[in-house]
């Protein structure tokens, strides 16, 4: 398989080819993988105007680490074919302005995990996304913005789900010391990301079902209830 430019070998042929069949007969889509400059290592877009589920890929990743991030992405395609619940921006005066990157890092506390699980059997190389993340997150930790110490700010309320997907996602005999850093620079989001810790694993990631009482769990427990809607996709109920 080719990805910008670069051959990443054939281990997610296969599920790219079945993903690619099921957006064209469920959702009258082309699959399409493209590269892009930006703040992820990836994205997937669904724009209602367009004919193509487009996943985009980092075009300065290293080639080693472009099958895993292709492979999440695969994974988020899968789970909105498969009516998996999302995350969402309240309408009207509930919508609280610069909360999209909270909105996506609560999604990503429960959504990443399941997609983490799902690409296990492959066993892709994450060490280079790994690094980079725990880089990012240590260099923060010197001197973190004064409002991710803030109780009841969207930064805090964002280092609280950042902890939390810390916790689900990082190597242990890396995030040890690291979460130590953490609770010594931010005790109080420390706290709240062990409540939406708790909270997730209540309910776990196992399903469509699970996920969206896990997703309403953690957002109660980082209490942005008025910042983020769950829909179930299967009924388009709005919890």
Known sequence: MNVNGRDIGDALDGLYEELGARVSDEAERELVVDGFEGDSFSNVRWADE???VLIEVHENLPTHAIPHVLGI???HVRQRLDGYPEVRRPRG???????????????EVVMAPEAEDRIAPFNLDRVWEVEQRHAALKEILR???????????????????QYARFEFEHPPEMWQSLSEEMEQALPIAVARGRRIVEAVRGHGWDSADACLQALIAA?????????AWIVNRETEEIH
């Open 73 to 75: 992405a695969l994974q």
């Open 93 to 107: 005066r509930q919508a609280a302005r610069g909360a999209g990157p909270v909105r996506t890092m609560l999604r």
């Open 143 to 161: 001197a973190p913005p004064s409002e991710w110490g803030r109780d009841g700010t969207l930064g805090n309320q964002f280092a609280a789900l």
């Open 219 to 227: 957002r109660e427990a980082a209490g942005l209830q008025y910042v």
């Open 50 to 52: 367009e004919d193509e």
